[in-house]
């Protein structure tokens, strides 16, 4: 270590050549009595005749790694940055724009005060979470799954939803293992694949003769038989769906429980984030609920969405114990534990929603707002995709797509969110973001909205 005065007394060069005679010795007779190398010993090496000049050393040529080498900056952080630029509404970030609810905001001072919470509210917590959280959640689960829970084995706190995903990738993935889900796709799960060194491979989802209602895209059950080989480790279903909206059926779900029991070793990832989400008095089935399915299926969900605090980051997953227990021990290594006092926040959230009518009222909140933009969309000539759940439409904008110079190899998506941005000041992302490169062709005539906004920022 070095002395700080050898920096404001004798600059880096010096430093530098004294470095360079030194490297070779080892510390112990360096320094014998001390752990750091004083300004005197930097000093004497320096007017040392043994120390010969040499070249600045170079930048090291740094090179990222194989798995990364496909990744670029997204789209949401460059589209929110335009938007910034020209002043226009930003529709396209899937967070809030209004403030936390007031009970929200209550429980969150009193976590993070130790006279409330203790002392201890301030430390790690286990690396499986919070107490007081994981029994909440057990309280909540064994209802709405139908099944015993135990809080120890069967729940993992995680640094939201994302990072549950993360987890559940590295406990089980060896590279070349494949992970199916559908096309389109919450943006996050091919670099999360890709990073564990995984294969995405892709179902997809079609719009059913351009109906303008999210529950009309189907999947080929076919296709997804197809698409899960031996190769095949985990399956992710997403729904309520993420980006179109669409809350899959009971009879849907079970046609796809079939096709899980001709695969015993295949573990379903479900991605439920939008469960509180769902409108039009629409049913969200949860897939573990479904015969034989519980010992086959993680449930992944989140406070970020049902809370609107999209920044406190607390997931968790839920599931039998065989399938939590490698997630817990890969996940100790990852990030350990929560931030304490979000955790605390979150479970007291929790029960004191049970108790009123925060999600009912959460529900109409955002079917209003849904609806609201739906409007706005159609009047504009761009056709909406009507979703039954979540914070997002798509949108088919074919009839502006005469405006846009287009050349051969640039996305219309992408320019079109550009031109809007730019002339209409509002942003939104381009949809084939969340489409695999074989679908790009359909999804270019799509840009994503986000409508969990305030009435006055939709009216604008």
């Keep these: 270590a070095l002395?700080?005065?050898?920096?404001?007394?004798?600059?880096?060069?010096?430093?530098?050549?004294?470095?360079?005679?030194?490297?070779?010795?080892?510390?112990?007779?360096?320094?014998?009595?001390?752990n750091v190398i004083t300004t005197s010993f930097v000093r004497a090496m320096c007017q040392s005749s043994?120390?010969?000049?040499?070249?600045?050393?170079?930048?090291?040529?740094v090179q990222r790694a194989d798995r990364i080498a496909s990744f670029s900056p997204n789209a949401f952080s460059h589209f929110s940055f335009l938007a910034e630029e020209f002043k226009a509404v930003n529709l396209a970030q899937g967070a809030p724009d209004w403030d936390i609810p007031e009970f929200v905001q209550r429980i969150g001072r009193e976590s993070f005060s130790s006279s409330f919470a203790g002392p201890?509210?301030?430390?790690?917590?286990?690396?499986?979470?919070?107490?007081?959280l994981n029994n909440v959640l057990v309280k909540i689960y064994e209802k709405l799954l139908n099944h015993s829970l135990d809080p120890v084995h069967d729940v993992l706190i995680t640094n939201g939803a994302q990072d549950a995903i993360v987890a559940i990738l590295q406990a089980f993935l060896n590279p070349g293992d494949e992970v199916v889900y559908m096309d389109p796709f919450f943006a996050a799960y091919p670099p999360m694949v890709t990073l564990v060194s995984g294969k995405s491979v892709c179902v997809p989802l079609r719009q059913s003769s351009k109906s303008l209602f999210a529950q009309d895209w189907t999947i080929d059950l076919k296709e997804l038989d197809d698409a899960i080989t031996d190769r095949t480790k985990i399956l992710i279903l997403n729904t309520p769906h993420n980006p179109t909206g669409k809350v899959f059926s009971r009879n849907e779900l079970l046609a796809i429980a079939k096709i899980v029991r001709r695969h015993p070793n295949l573990i379903v990832l479900s991605d439920e984030v939008y469960e509180n989400l769902v409108f039009d008095n629409l049913e969200h089935i949860r897939f573990a609920t479904l015969p034989d399915m519980f010992d086959r299926t993680l449930t992944v969900s989140s406070?970020?969405?049902?809370?609107?605090?999209?920044?406190?980051?607390?997931?968790?997953?839920?599931?039998?114990k065989d399938l939590i227990n490698p997630i817990q021990l890969a996940h100790q290594w990852m990030s350990f534990c929560s931030a304490v006092p979000l955790q605390q926040a979150v479970a007291s959230m929790l029960e004191e929603s049970l108790k009123t009518t925060y999600f009912d009222?959460?529900?109409?909140?955002?079917?209003?707002?849904?609806?609201?933009?739906?409007?706005a969309l159609q009047s504009a000539g761009i056709v909406p995709v009507i979703p039954s759940s979540g914070y997002f439409i798509l949108g088919d904008f074919t009839k502006h797509r005469n405006k846009l110079s287009i050349?051969?190899?640039?996305?219309?998506?992408?320019?079109?969110?550009?031109?809007?941005?730019?002339?209409?000041?509002?942003?939104?992302?381009?949809?084939?973001?969340?489409?695999?490169e074989e679908s790009h062709q359909f999804a270019e005539?799509?840009?994503?909205?986000?409508?969990c906004r305030t009435e006055k920022t939709l009216n604008e």
């Design 120 to 132: 201890t509210i301030h430390q790690y917590s286990s690396h499986i979470g919070l107490p007081a």
């Design 3 to 34: 002395d700080w005065r050898c920096f404001t007394q004798l600059g880096s060069n010096a430093i530098m050549k004294s470095a360079r005679y030194f490297r070779s010795f080892p510390s112990r007779q360096v320094c014998r009595s001390r």
């Design 407 to 436: 050349s051969p190899n640039e996305r219309a998506d992408l320019e079109f969110c550009g031109y809007l941005t730019r002339e209409y000041g509002v942003a939104a992302i381009p949809a084939s973001e969340f489409f695999s």
């Design 445 to 451: 005539r799509f840009t994503r909205y986000s409508f």
């Design 50 to 61: 043994t120390i010969t000049p040499t070249e600045p050393l170079k930048r090291p040529n």
């Design 303 to 320: 406070a970020s969405k049902s809370f609107s605090c999209t920044g406190w980051r607390i997931g968790w997953i839920i599931g039998p």
């Design 361 to 375: 009222d959460l529900r109409h909140d955002f079917q209003q707002m849904r609806d609201q933009l739906c409007n």
